[in-house]
């Protein structure tokens, strides 16, 4: 399973969602995040919560078991089609950059994706 930034700043930001996601993640063999995706939790989470929320986030990981995957030149040309196939402006799913390195890490194993809203679910992704 990939791991969406959705979902896990809506773990830890205890949204409603927060119980089903843990449950998910922890059920799962496989939990990926892509390396930009990271990136992008990190800046959302420090940002809401400063040095406090990087802990936090780190600790999830750490705890999660989450495997960072590098973002390589598959998963690039992945994103540029996500973008040109469902982007924001062009396709009811709208999918943002971020969104781009979920979907193409996704894509690029062969796993469902986990993720908070509807974007995705307007793709050909599978739900986590």
Not at 37 to 54: D, P
Not at 73 to 99: C, E, I, M, S, V
């Amino acid at each position: 399973m990939v791991i969406d930034t959705s979902a896990i700043v809506a773990i830890l930001f205890a949204e409603p969602e927060r119980e089903t996601f843990n449950e998910k993640i922890a059920a799962a063999t496989t939990r990926l995040i892509s390396a930009p995706s990271w990136l992008e939790c990190n800046l959302v989470i420090e940002a809401r919560k400063q040095a406090l929320g990087r802990a936090e986030f780190e600790l999830f990981v750490h705890e999660a078991d989450l495997t960072v995957v590098e973002f390589d030149r598959l998963q690039a040309d992945l994103a540029a089609t996500a973008w040109r196939t469902y982007g924001k402006g062009r396709h009811p799913a709208g999918l943002n950059f971020g969104d781009c390195f979920a979907y193409a890490l996704a894509k690029s194993r062969n796993e469902p994706l986990l993720f908070k809203g509807n974007d995705f679910s307007q793709t050909d992704i599978a739900q986590a």
